[in-house]
Nanobody
Framework: QVQLVESGGGLVQAGGSLKLSCAASGRAFSNYAMGWFRQAPGKEREFVAAISRAGIITHYTDSVKGRFAISRDNAKSTMYLQMNSLKPEDTAVYYC?????????????????WGQGTQVTVSS
């Protein structure tokens, strides 16, 4: 079992920045590929970014490339999402997730554990 807790969400103006954190507890953090997803009101949950177990490989959805950066610190059992140049369309609940898969895991169905989510609101 892995428990995931997100933090760092909030209200920010367009063009601003936020850094989300995902703290993991339970089984060895480095044994899991990790990812960020988001869900806006009335929309399906969508993939945002993923990172491999050692943090060497990353992948982003096109809409956040060049603006968001995913990283992890296995010694601290924590994953991060640095979000810059935020836009109103980035408004959503952001979830972190852990997968027993290898490489970068893109599909939400391949993730085994989920956090409770943190709200990000970007005002125009």
């Amino acid at each position: 079992q892995v428990q995931l807790v997100e933090s760092g969400g909030g209200l920010v103006q367009a063009g601003g920045s936020l850094k989300l954190s995902c703290a993991a507890s339970g089984r060895a953090f480095s044994n899991y590929a990790m990812g960020w997803f988001r869900q806006a009101p009335g929309k399906e949950r969508e993939f945002v970014a993923a990172i491999s177990r050692a943090g060497i490989i990353t992948h982003y959805t096109d809409s956040v490339k060049g603006r968001f950066a995913i990283s992890r610190d296995n010694a601290k059992s924590t994953m991060y999402l640095q979000m810059n140049s935020l836009k109103p369309e980035d408004t959503a609940v952001y979830y972190c997730a852990a997968s027993r898969g290898y490489g970068v895991v893109l599909s939400h169905s391949e993730y085994d554990y989920w956090g409770q989510g943190t709200q990000v609101t970007v005002s125009s």
